[in-house]
């Protein structure tokens, strides 16, 4: 089976995302201990990373499934211990929706943009908006300014 590299006719996933939103998680949830990342390397049509979000921490390990979807597993630790299972990587756009299917059905999805995809992040800006409007201080960190 010929494999290419990123950016030989196929979508790239490689990348910094920083988590932006999730239906199932709160903003407060999603920042509590760290910025909300996803990193992912792609090397062919295999796809590795890890993610961080609210207290979760934990590996990607997965496969394109298509031009626009990668197929996963994933191994999470939070403070309740450790648990695996399936999720499916979609980019729509600019954008990468995340799913994690959890075992017991608790599906989580995450919204993100890649850090540095023409400047800051959507949610950034909006933060930024709100501040200089009186609302909310930004919600990042000085590396989400870059």
Known sequence: MKTSR????MMD????WIVVSSHELDESYL??????????????DRIHGEY??????????GRR??????????RESD??????????ATREGRRLIITLMHPKGDDITLECERRGDGGESAAH???????????????????CQR
């Open 6 to 9: 990123p950016g030989e006719g």
């Open 13 to 16: 996933f490689s990348g910094t």
């Open 31 to 44: 920042q509590a201990d760290a910025e909300p990342l996803v990193t992912l390397r792609q090397e062919g």
């Open 52 to 61: 961080r979000f609210g207290r979760q921490r934990g590996t990607i390990e």
């Open 65 to 74: 499934h298509g031009e626009h979807r990668v197929l996963f597993h994933f």
């Open 79 to 88: 403070a309740l211990g450790q648990i695996g299972g399936t999720g499916m």
């Open 125 to 143: 800006k909006e933060a930024e908006t709100r501040a200089n409007e009186g609302g909310a201080s930004s919600p990042c960190d000085p590396a």
